[in-house]
C-alpha cells in the first residue's frame, strides 16, 4: 500500500473515531443547540458538525451565534 493510501485509510479510522467519541459524548444531552456548542467546542467545524448531526452547517452557525449571544448577556440563555 503507498504512503497516500496508508494516509488516507488512516484518516478514515480517525473520522470513524471521532464520530463514535462525539455520539457517545453527545448521548445524554437534551437539545441540538448543547451538542452543537459542545462539538464546536471540541474543536469540530460547522460543516462536520452539521453532517454529524444531520443539520445543515448555517443551522449550526446560527445556533453558535445564538449561544454566543447569550454568553455575553445579550440574549435569552434558552433561546432555540
Known sequence: MS???LLAALNDKMD???KIQAALA???MATQRDKIVFLYGAGLGPTYIANFL???PK???VAMAKHKKALSGKGE???E
Open 77 to 79: 440563555a434558552g433561546d
Open 54 to 56: 444531520g443539520t445543515t
Open 59 to 61: 443551522t449550526v452557525s
Open 16 to 18: 470513524t473515531l471521532i
Open 26 to 28: 453527545v448521548k445524554g
Open 3 to 5: 504512503a497516500p493510501d
